[in-house]
């Protein structure tokens, strides 16, 4: 089976599971970013960029152990959904397989935790079972930040992602297996929600703190990790200003400091600081 990465955080074990890595032209996220750009960022090579120098993309889950809590956060894309957005469409991929090979087959999972409600986050909420969605984790309280949720509903996801709310979020509450949270909800003393809203409503990223070492889980607070050096907007954030300020507010707090930044679309090794070069920010994995 696969060869999984994993962060220590005092007594926390962070687990990275990957379902797949796209490849995508920057246009399609952060349109600022060019191949001038690029070439002032050199370290952003060959993690976070290809050789025709594309974004790499990885769709992946992030485990967490704590206090006897075994805790997803973000569940990917999942199987079996209709979605218009290519790369997205009917997948078949291994992920649960990869996820019991990790150590955490699905009855065992007791939380589930997405970051935001967009179609690569909620995925494996939920898998097809008898032509019928039913949720992937049967013991697991999922949680939402009650913002998240209650905009989704007043604003249902746009055409292009396809029936992402119907499909795999609303099985879930349909079961009784939700619960509605704050966005700086705490799930155990060593994780808690972390708000950083502006990619969309209710975004919130995780922070994990123990034995004096700390990390947090960026979620979409930031799509790639050259928008810690420059202040670049994502197209798809649902208020490019909100979002914006966010993600400086966030660089300023973790700059130079211990702290563990781990991406949620991170290539590569995922994870490592932010630092100070000189008169730029760079991320060292």
Excluded at 13 to 23: P, S
Excluded at 34 to 60: C, N, Y
Excluded at 97 to 109: C, E, S
Excluded at 112 to 134: I, M, Q
Aim: overall charge negative; proline content about 6%; some cysteine.
């Amino acid at each position: 089976m696969g060869q999984f990465t994993r962060w220590q955080i005092g007594t926390v074990r962070i687990t990275k599971v990957q379902e797949t890595e796209v490849h995508w032209p920057w246009r399609a996220l952060v349109p600022e970013v060019t191949p001038e750009l690029l070439e002032q960022t050199p370290w952003m090579r060959p993690h976070f960029v290809d050789e025709a120098g594309k974004m790499i993309r990885s769709m992946h889950a992030l485990v967490i152990e704590s206090q006897g809590r075994t805790i997803i956060v973000d569940t990917c894309i999942g199987n079996d959904k209709v979605r218009p957005t290519r790369g997205f469409n009917d997948l078949h991929t291994d992920f649960l397989d990869q996820l019991a090979a990790a150590g955490f087959g699905t009855d065992a999972v007791d939380t589930v935790f997405c970051t935001h409600l967009h179609v690569d986050h909620v995925g494996w909420n939920t898998r097809l079972v008898d032509g019928k969605w039913v949720p992937t984790f049967p013991n697991a309280r999922h949680l939402f930040a009650r913002t998240e949720y209650d905009h989704w509903v007043a604003n249902p996801e746009p055409e292009i992602f396809g029936d992402v709310f119907g499909d795999s979020v609303v099985p879930v509450v349909e079961a009784g297996l939700a619960d509605f949270v704050d966005m700086d909800h705490r799930i155990t003393d060593e994780v808690w929600l972390e708000p950083t809203p502006g990619h969309t409503p209710g975004h919130c990223s995780v922070h994990i703190s123990s034995g004096g070492l700390d990390a947090v889980i960026t979620g979409d607070m930031t799509h790639s990790p050259i928008q810690f050096a420059y202040p670049l907007t994502s197209s798809a954030d649902s208020d490019s200003s909100v979002a914006n300020r966010t993600r400086q507010e966030f660089v300023a707090r973790y700059t130079d400091t211990p702290t563990l930044i781990i991406g949620t679309h991170f290539g590569g090794p995922t994870a490592g600081r932010i630092v100070r070069d000189g008169d730029v920010l760079r991320f060292d994995c």
